[in-house]
C-alpha cells in the first residue's frame, strides 16, 4: 500500500539547520511530485510548495524562498525538507504528501529552542 | 493568491444532526475544491476530492457540494469519530487551504 514515513521529531536550536525525511513505498517514486506543508502549533495549513520528483526541479511558495530547500534522493524514493538557519517561527509540524494531498506522510515536529 | 474562507471556525452538534461546513474562495475555483479531516495528532486525510466525489474508504454520510465560489461539506448524521477539524483546499490555481472548522460535540 501506498507509505509516506517521515522521520522523527526534532530539536534544534535557532540558527541550526534541520533535514526531514520523507520515505514513499508502494508506489513508483517518479511518477508523482511530492508537496510539503507546514502546521503551526493550533494553527491551519500552509502550503509550502513542491518539487517534481522526475527532475528534481523545487517550486516555493513565496513565504518560503530563501531558507527552505527541497531535495530527492530517487535512488531511496526519499524526499527531503531542509530547514537552514531556524527561526522560532519555524516551529512546527511539517508533513510530506503526494499530488491533491490524498496520501500524506504522519508530520515532523520541529521544535525550536534556545 | 486565491483565499479560502471557512465558516463557521467552530461548530458545536449533537450525534445524529446533520452538519453543514462552508468554504468560500476569493474567485472561482471551477469545483477543484478538496476536503480533508483532521483529528488531533494526526496527519489530515482526504474526504472529499474536486467538490463531491468521495474518496475510497469515506463513509457515505459525508457529502460535498458547490460550484464557483462557494462549497459545502455535510455530514448527514454525525457520529462521535467526526469530532475533528475540516479543511477546505482548492487546486484550481497556486494550492491554498482555508483557515478550518473545528467540529465538536454538543
Known amino acids: 500500500q501506498i507509505q509516506l514515513v517521515q522521520s522523527g521529531p526534532e530539536l534544534k536550536k535557532p540558527g541550526e539547520s534541520v533535514k526531514i525525511s520523507c520515505k514513499a513505498s508502494?508506489?513508483?517514486?517518479?511518477?508523482?511530485?511530492m508537496y510539503w506543508v507546514k502546521q503551526a502549533p493550533g494553527q491551519g495549513l500552509q502550503y509550502m510548495g513542491w518539487?517534481?520528483?522526475?527532475?528534481?526541479?523545487?517550486t516555493y511558495a513565496d513565504d518560503f524562498k530563501g531558507r527552505f530547500v527541497f531535495f530527492l534522493e530517487t535512488s531511496a524514493s526519499t524526499a527531503y525538507l531542509q530547514i537552514n538557519n531556524l527561526k522560532n517561527e519555524d516551529m512546527a509540524t511539517y508533513f510530506c504528501?503526494?499530488?491533491?494531498?490524498?496520501?500524506w506522510g504522519q508530520g515532523t515536529l520541529v521544535t525550536v529552542s534556545s | 493568491d486565491i483565499q479560502m474562507t471557512q465558516s463557521p471556525s467552530v461548530l458545536s452538534a449533537s450525534v445524529g444532526d446533520r452538519v453543514t461546513l462552508n468554504c468560500k474562495a476569493s474567485?472561482?475555483?471551477?469545483?477543484?475544491l478538496n476536503w480533508y479531516q483532521q483529528k488531533l495528532g494526526e496527519a489530515p486525510k482526504l474526504l472529499i476530492y474536486n467538490t463531491n466525489n468521495l474518496q475510497t474508504g469515506i463513509p457515505s454520510r459525508f457529502s460535498g457540494s458547490g460550484s464557483g465560489t462557494d462549497y459545502t461539506l455535510t455530514i448527514s448524521s454525525l457520529q462521535p469519530e467526526d469530532v475533528a477539524t475540516y479543511f477546505c483546499f482548492q487546486h484550481n490555481s497556486w494550492p491554498t487551504f482555508g483557515a478550518g472548522t473545528k467540529l465538536e460535540l454538543k
Open positions: 474567485q472561482n475555483i471551477n469545483k477543484y
Open positions: 504528501a503526494r499530488p491533491l494531498f490524498a496520501y
Open positions: 508502494g508506489y513508483t517514486f517518479t511518477n508523482y511530485g
Open positions: 518539487i517534481n520528483t522526475e527532475t528534481g526541479k523545487p
